[in-house]
């Protein structure tokens, strides 16, 4: 299949470990020339962009921190001053908040207000303020491809807190929307939904639980990065030729029941 990305400028927010990375990785194989972004691994986003020079592609690596939006357009200018413009944006980057993953103890009611705020601006608006900053190049170009990367937990919930699933879901509507409004100047906008995903990142989980999770997919399996990322890929590539406004779920998604986080 022919994704077309020879030389196209794709930024992938988070590319520094995870799904970021693989899915930056991915691209770099591709042929594209890939920007990634790291809040606080400066070190993993280099290691990544070395992986991609290694596989023959171009790289850059910027800061972006979701809690603080300027960075965004910041990033985003890095990028354009490097490359003259950005074809491909994969929203990928999170706050998680707290420690990491959202926790099944912790009671709707005992979530302070500030931290729904702190979420939703960092993992809902966060993401608006990407795609606002690439969306005017795109149309000048006339062609564009948007992966916002949510959760399965934007639909099946998760035991705990609600910020994180909620601002997830906040992305589906911003994606139906943004479908109608962008397709016109050749921008496809999709989300991906990953289930518990495999990764680098995550502590390792217990076998039993890898199992039990993996035995409720139609796969018998669980996704790991390297899965979501060429699924992304596809999305975000001139090999979609013209599927917009969908959220596609992974095969961990299918496993349809909470997980723990992610
Ligand atoms: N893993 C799963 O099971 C799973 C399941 C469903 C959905 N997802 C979604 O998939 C995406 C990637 O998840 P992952 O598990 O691969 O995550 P991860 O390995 O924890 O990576 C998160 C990435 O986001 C960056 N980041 C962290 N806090 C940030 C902030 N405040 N502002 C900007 N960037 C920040 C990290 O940068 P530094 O490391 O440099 O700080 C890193 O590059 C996320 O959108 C997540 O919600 C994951």
Redesign the pocket.
């Known amino acids: 299949m022919d994704t077309a990305l020879k030389d196209r400028v794709v930024l992938v927010?988070?590319?520094?470990?995870?799904?970021?990375?693989?899915t930056a990785l991915a691209y770099g194989r591709e042929g594209a020339r890939v920007a990634?972004?790291?809040?606080?691994?400066?070190r993993?986003?280099d290691e990544v962009a070395s992986r991609i020079e290694a596989v023959g592609g171009r790289a850059l690596t910027t800061h972006?921190?979701?809690?603080?939006l300027d960075?965004v357009e910041r990033a985003v200018g890095a990028v354009v001053d490097r490359w003259g413009g950005i074809d491909v944006l994969v929203?990928?980057?999170?706050?998680?908040g707290g420690d990491?993953?959202p926790h099944p103890d912790i009671r709707f009611e005992d979530v302070p207000l500030e931290e729904w705020q702190s979420m939703i601006g960092?993992?809902l608006i966060?993401a608006a303020a990407q795609v606002k900053a690439v969306l005017p190049g795109m149309r000048s170009r006339g062609w564009g491809r948007i992966v916002l990367?949510?959760?399965?937990?934007a639909e099946e919930g998760v035991p705990g807190p609600g910020p994180?699933g909620t601002a997830?879901s906040g992305l589906h509507g911003l994606a139906r929307s943004l479908a109608w409004e962008a397709g016109r100047d050749g921008i496809l906008v999709n989300v991906?939904?990953?289930?518990?995903?495999?990764?680098?990142?995550?502590p390792p989980l217990p076998a039993a639980v890898v199992h039990g999770f993996a035995t409720r997919t139609p796969t018998r399996r669980l996704s790991d990065?390297d899965d979501?990322a060429k699924l992304v890929v596809f999305l975000g590539s001139g090999a979609n030729g013209n599927l917009t406004g969908e959220v596609i779920r992974d095969g961990?998604?299918a496993a349809r029941a909470p997980?723990p986080?992610?």
């Open positions: 927010t988070g590319g520094s470990t995870g799904i970021g990375a693989a990634l972004t790291y809040r606080s691994k400066s993993s986003g972006l921190d979701l809690e603080g960075t929203a990928n980057a999170v706050h998680w990491g993953p960092a993992n966060g990367i949510s959760s399965s937990v994180y997830k991906v939904a990953p289930g518990l995903t495999l990764t680098d990142s995550r990065a979501v961990s998604a997980h986080g992610g």
